[in-house]
């Protein structure tokens, strides 16, 4: 296929550093018959940030339907559906079978992914992240201007600047993309998975006012991935063509299952959401739904028709990828879902749901003031008896013993490594108790 070069956008390369302390690539032996790509989805699958999504909010923080879907649910069909796309695509493409089965299996791993940055409370936890960070700013800058150069290898302005604009893009990237060996917080996936995970290919210090998946600290391993990829061309960085096969898987699931959990709920009205599921059929009067269809059968029938539509609209995109980047905008079966997340946003209104990210911003923000008192304390070897009881129920009393030497920067990156990798319920419970 004329301009892509699929040896390179496949590579099963990972990071990892070297003697010298430098980022490297390197390729790490698999057991026959697993593949690198196979070990991705392994090491995701059971891994426990990965269980704990089943307990963060998809949309509707603690639902009262405990079968609405969550970010686990969501991000196991995200990935089924991108390994569809990504399965019919390369066989309209006529790629190689080793390379059908590698796309198919990287972008299953990009899906079962793209969420494991996200904090409690969806979207809302972001914000209520970022607005903690803004309001402490000046404690947080302190800590970081008390670094020696040789402790933190980063400015305290860029991390200040990451710690402001946290994303949960940028996190999932973090986690899965560190090089720490032997540490089950971190995933090393290979490049061809982490280019299908990058939505908006940019540093949070490029990005300026706009959307990013890679935080400042993060840029060296990010730009080691984009090179070995073969996505730099000239000042910028392209996207990865599988990484819109789990966008679109992405927002597919987003839109079309949502709107089922929201009928599900009694936000929306059943007749409403059946119009709106038959707006997005290519061709709704050949579709064979009969009048009384149910949600979920519709459902069902809609994401098949629209995995088939965009199928064929990327196939022609493929064939021609410098038309990818206007790919969302030219795409008609992107305008029909389009339609569908404009018609959805009503769902963000409802009372209940408000009341509980209102509810989640003090929460979040009292669990982020007890482990910044932890931080400011925790290279004091006798701190007072109940800054001690603090330090176990934070980060635990031996973990603060092992890193007791470790930056205040690196100290900030764990404490949100910690606080976003609650659940819900954990971090509800972990408020609670606090005096």
């Not at 996200?118 to 700013?137: S, T």
């Not at 000046?138 to 800590?143: A, D, P, R």
């Not at 923000?365 to 932890?374: E, N």
């Not at 603090?390 to 092992?402: D, E, V, W």
Request: net charge negative; with cysteine.
């Amino acid at each position: 296929m004329s301009g892509l070069d699929w040896d390179k956008l496949l590579t099963p390369a990972r990071a990892r550093l070297n003697t010298e302390g430098q980022l490297v690539p390197y390729f790490q032996n698999e057991p026959p018959p697993r593949t690198p790509a196979e070990a991705d989805i392994q090491r995701i699958l059971f891994s426990a940030p990965f269980r704990r999504l089943a307990g963060k909010t998809q949309v509707h923080p603690l639902a009262r339907v405990d079968y609405v879907h969550n970010r686990l649910t969501h991000s196991l069909e995200v990935a089924e559906i991108g390994t569809s796309l990504a399965q019919s695509l390369a066989a309209a493409l006529q790629l190689s079978p080793s390379q059908t089965h590698a796309c198919a299996l990287h972008v299953k791993a990009a899906g079962l992914g793209h969420d494991i940055g996200n904090p409690p409370y969806g979207h809302a936890g972001e914000y209520a992240i970022q607005a903690w960070v803004a309001a402490n700013e000046e404690q947080l800058g302190n800590l970081l201007a008390a670094d020696a150069p040789a402790v933190s290898t980063e400015s305290p302005a860029a991390i200040l600047e990451d710690l402001r604009k946290f994303d949960g893009n940028a996190q999932a990237f973090r986690l899965l993309s560190h090089p720490a060996p032997r540490d089950d917080a971190y995933f090393r996936l290979t490049f061809a998975s982490l280019g299908a995970l990058i939505k908006y290919p940019k540093t949070s210090a490029e990005a300026e006012n706009a959307k990013f998946s890679c935080f400042q600290t993060s840029r060296e391993i990010f730009h080691l991935v984009t090179r070995t990829l073969g996505l730099h061309c000239a000042e910028t960085v392209c996207r990865h063509p599988l990484s819109y096969l789990t966008e679109i898987a992405d927002d597919i699931c987003y839109c079309v299952t949502d709107c089922e959990d929201a009928v599900l709920m009694g936000i929306l009205d059943a007749e409403c959401v059946r119009e709106w599921y038959l707006q997005l059929f290519e061709s709704p009067t050949t579709a064979g739904i009969k009048a009384d269809a149910s949600i979920s059968f519709l459902r069902a029938k809609v994401i098949g028709d629209l995995v088939r539509c965009f199928t064929n609209d990327l196939v022609t995109a493929f064939e021609h990828p410098e038309t990818l980047t206007s790919f969302e905008a030219t795409s008609p079966t992107w305008a029909r879902l389009h339609q569908l997340k404009n018609n959805y946003k009503v769902v963000f209104d409802d009372a209940a749901k408000i009341r509980k990210e209102l509810h989640a911003q003090t929460e979040i923000h009292r669990t982020l003031d007890a482990f910044l008192s932890v931080v400011q304390t925790v290279h004091n070897e006798k701190p007072a008896y109940s800054m001690e009881l603090l330090q176990k129920y934070t980060f635990g009393k031996a973990f603060i013993h092992q890193h007791r030497r470790r930056s205040n920067a690196w100290w900030l990156h764990t404490m949100l490594d910690s606080v976003t990798g609650m659940t819900d319920h954990s971090l509800h419970q972990f408020c609670a108790a606090l005096p």
